[in-house]
């Protein structure tokens, strides 16, 4: 069994349409920021990453559903949660809550790509044991 990771975000103007509803894009967006913060929670910054093992992850396939609407001044919370890690790939589901309500719920594959060729790359050994520390027994 895995533990989701939590974050909380606040919906800004610029996250909403005309009618104060989170445009529906912007939902992936706050599934990245939460992303950034998992790895960032682990010691990993995307950018050290990158520098230090010269990868980076790319989505390679998205699936959401959304349920109901976020809007203006709401404060969300959005988790991500390992299902499956990989030699190149880990794949993640993602929710973003209002409250207790689920408003949206999604599915992300990562690869891992070697940031000069772009080709898939190993996840470095040391990233893949701290990735599995969010795994419980």
């Excluded at 975000?9 to 349409?17: A, I, K, S």
């Excluded at 599915?107 to 520390?133: F, G, M």
Aim: charged share 20%; aromatic share 12%.
């Amino acid at each position: 069994m895995t533990v989701a990771f939590k974050t909380l975000l606040r919906v800004y103007y610029e996250d909403t349409d005309a009618g104060g509803i989170v445009y529906y894009a912007n939902y992936l967006r706050f599934m990245e920021r939460c992303r950034s913060d998992w790895l960032r929670d682990l010691g990993y910054d995307i950018l050290a990453i990158n520098q230090q093992y010269g990868i980076f992850f790319a989505v390679r396939s998205t699936s959401i559903e959304y349920f109901k609407p976020a809007q203006l001044s709401d404060l969300l919370t959005v988790t991500v949660k390992l299902q499956q890690l990989k030699y190149a790939s880990l794949k993640v589901n993602q929710h973003v809550y209002r409250n207790e309500e689920l408003l949206c719920a999604g599915e992300i594959r990562l690869a891992s790509l070697n940031a000069a060729t772009l080709h898939p790359t190993p996840i470095p050994q040391p990233l893949i044991a701290d990735i599995k520390k969010w795994e419980m027994p």
